[in-house]
């Protein structure tokens, strides 16, 4: 209506002049589309080809949906989210539009033979281990693929392989280099090495106290008064020195102390459990539905039983089944004679699980078996407990009853909590399901607040945070769901009300970001105690290493490693042929020790090497080149294909480095967060 008056208005010269005025704008952002560089669109370009941002995002969401897969709970949303991570896969999608390009210039090419061989040997497009149509079709209408599209995709991926394989096909590696990598790999070491731990001390301003205070009251004659005062100046000459250490420390080391990207998160949840039911359950209704589900509170009457089969096959002829059933029956006459059914069942019994077992066939209740096998054991009773020759599709059976275990039912009192706490649930689910989606219709209609929600389903607008991409242990920021929706572009950019995030079963959450906090620096208040903890840890790597060095002076001047480890009760360690797979040593002391160069001559090589958690003074006596034994000779061709495999690699990729260092690449570093 509104449009129409203005239709209606619009004529004559005043008509012109507005859609003149109006027509300047519009036809200048229409020019100036023509002069915007392509690039505004594009994460990076390789080669005056663009990477789109549309693009980029595509592949990586994939790439995270991949890892997740293959990761299961493992999964760490906030590692994948990592612009580290994101740079790191574009500069992945940069190396096959490198290939890609180069491929188009060499003519690289899959026939379609040869592609039509690699479609068919797709597991996934095989029945029984043969390509089967109809699945390759379902299989690509499920990913919205046609086969035309599935086709391309495929021999563009073909032809991207074509490059890496052949540079991967001509890798080879020597028989020599093959020897000195055994030589190596399977090296052993000789040594002994004393262990010399960082213990940092609990309280060093207690110990200085006390040493003061010993030697005031040695030297006092004034009595109490003196040690007091030499009690506070010890502590005040620490305290002094600590406040500056941990002030020096923090300024030193301030990239270490810093608050992570952080979110603090308002949400509304709905969770069945705590819903009330639409309506008042009695016992009315309970007992209505004990009536109506009576057959799942009461245990069967089963029957304990064995049988002799006698096999033949329902379409052989008349012959061959009058004969199974004249032997079926004669079986049956015995056993009514009073023979043994179990004897009889193991010798002649053609129904190879049971027959062992004397023909025992368990307890078995209506439904388990065929109606004609179920109708003739349910007629026997155990007065008359062995049946005549009955047929099934498997052959002649005579059956014996065994026992017979009586049905067996619970009141409706018994049942009574199970069916209240069924239909409780029931009740709450089809509450939960009505709030859930008129949640979604109100979030719908005002993403940026969840008050409406909050107002109309009378839920509680709840808070949690700040917590960085890991989450917080508790609550529903421990759930990996919810943390990665909090981070989400959605979320955290848009500034929108997010999805239903799923906490469990009919227990949902909806949630937005109430305040954002970047990465920043921790006050020293924060992380005091960090600092602290960080001084007395490095003051105690300082001490070993001096103990160990000093230590190491001894050794080198002829005191042995034995002596030492006896005179200080240190961890002696020694072995006389060290693997670099050795597990009962220490992984640090491994690494640093099968860095250490040989000795010369039969003297040892000493050494002070760093462990994660102190030093080690090592005494390397011996290195024996490795070698494999006449059992271990199979190894050799895994060892030259490990070679290969690594030359291959280090070849592709400079292969690729080649090809990025000849090619214009541009990119846009403020486009892959987003």
Do not use: C
């Not at 109606?371 to 026997?380: G, H, Q």
């Not at 602290?532 to 105690?540: G, H, N, P």
């Not at 009760?569 to 693997?579: C, D, N, Q, R």
Request: charged fraction near 30%.
């Amino acid at each position: 209506m509104l449009l129409q008056k203005f239709r209606d208005r619009l004529t004559g010269i005043m008509a012109i002049f507005i859609l003149g005025l109006l027509a300047v704008p519009f036809a200048l952002v229409g020019v100036t589309s023509y002069f915007a560089p392509e690039t505004e669109t594009n994460v990076a370009i390789v080669n005056e080809e663009g990477i789109t941002v549309t693009e980029f995002n595509s592949s990586f969401q994939n790439y995270r949906e991949r890892m997740r897969s293959l990761m299961g709970t493992s999964f760490d949303a906030a590692l994948f989210d990592d612009p580290v991570v994101r740079r790191e896969h574009l500069e992945t999608m940069i190396e096959r539009e490198l290939l890609r390009q180069v491929s188009i210039e060499t003519g690289l090419s899959v026939d379609d033979q040869f592609l039509a061989q690699a479609i068919r040997d797709v597991p996934g497009f095989q029945m029984d281990g043969v390509f089967n149509t109809e699945v390759y079709q379902n299989q690509l209408t499920s990913q919205g693929l046609t086969p035309q599209e599935f086709e391309d995709r495929m021999r563009s991926s073909m032809i991207l392989r074509q490059y890496p394989a052949t540079l991967s096909a001509s890798a080879i590696a020597t028989s020599a280099e093959v020897d000195r990598f055994i030589e190596l790999q399977q090296q052993e070491r000789a040594f002994g090495a004393l262990l010399i731990m960082a213990e940092p001390e609990e309280d060093e301003a207690e110990e200085l106290i006390e040493e003061v205070a010993e030697a005031a009251e040695e030297a006092a004659e004034e009595g109490e008064e003196v040690i007091e005062a030499a009690e506070t100046e010890a502590a005040e000459a620490v305290a002094e020195i600590e406040e500056s250490r941990i002030e020096q420390w923090y300024e030193d080391n301030a990239d270490e102390y810093r608050h992570p990207e952080r979110v603090v998160i308002e949400y509304v949840e709905l969770n069945a459990e705590l819903m009330e039911p639409e309506e008042e359950i009695d016992d009315d209704m309970l007992r209505q539905r004990f009536e109506d589900q009576s057959g799942r509170f009461i245990t069967p009457e089963a029957r304990l039983a064995s049988h002799i089969l006698i096999s033949v096959d329902p379409t052989a002829p008349e012959a061959d089944i009058e004969t199974a059933r004249q032997e079926a029956q004669a079986l049956a006459d015995r056993a009514l004679e009073g023979e043994d059914f179990a004897e009889l069942a193991r010798e002649f019994s053609e129904d190879q699980g049971s027959a062992p077992l004397g023909g025992d066939l368990d307890w078995v209740e209506p439904g388990f078996m065929v109606e004609a096998f179920e109708s003739a054991l349910y007629e026997l009773d155990m007065s008359e407990p062995i049946s005549e020759p009955v047929q099934t599709g498997f052959g002649w059976h005579i059956i014996q009853l065994r026992e017979i275990r009586p049905a067996e039912g619970m009141t409706f009192e018994e049942a009574r909590e199970t069916l209240l706490t069924e239909l409780t649930a029931e009740q709450n689910e089809r509450v939960f399901l009505d709030a859930a989606d008129r949640l979604v219709d109100i979030i719908y209609e005002d993403p940026t607040t969840l008050e409406a929600a909050a107002d109309e389903l009378d839920l509680e607008i709840q808070e949690v945070g700040p917590f960085d991409r890991s989450g917080m242990p508790g609550g529903v920021a421990a759930n990996p769901e919810f943390v990665e929706t909090a981070f989400s572009d959605l979320v955290l950019l848009q500034d929108s009300a997010s999805d239903p995030v799923d906490l469990g079963l009919n227990h949902i959450a909806v949630l937005r970001v109430r305040e954002h906090l970047p990465e920043a620096a921790k006050t020293l208040d924060e992380v005091r105690d960090e600092v602290i903890v960080a001084i007395r840890q490095d003051d105690a790597m300082k001490a070993a290493e001096a103990r160990a060095t000093a230590l190491l002076e001894r050794i080198e001047s002829g005191e042995s490693l034995e002596l030492l480890a006896e005179e200080t009760g240190l961890e002696l360690i020694e072995s006389e042929g060290a693997t670099r797979t050795s597990n009962e040593i220490r992984f640090d002391l491994r690494s640093e020790l099968f860095e250490l160069k040989a000795p010369e001559g039969d003297e040892a090589r000493y050494a002070v090497l760093p462990l994660d958690d102190g030093y080690a003074v090592v005494a390397l006596r011996d290195v024996r080149p490795g070698a494999l034994s006449e059992e271990e000779e199979a190894r050799r061709d895994s060892f030259r294909q490990r070679i290969a495999n690594v030359r291959a690699s280090s070849e592709t990729q400079a292969f690729l480095t080649a090809l990025r260092n000849q090619s214009q690449v541009q990119v846009f570093e403020d486009r892959i967060r987003n």
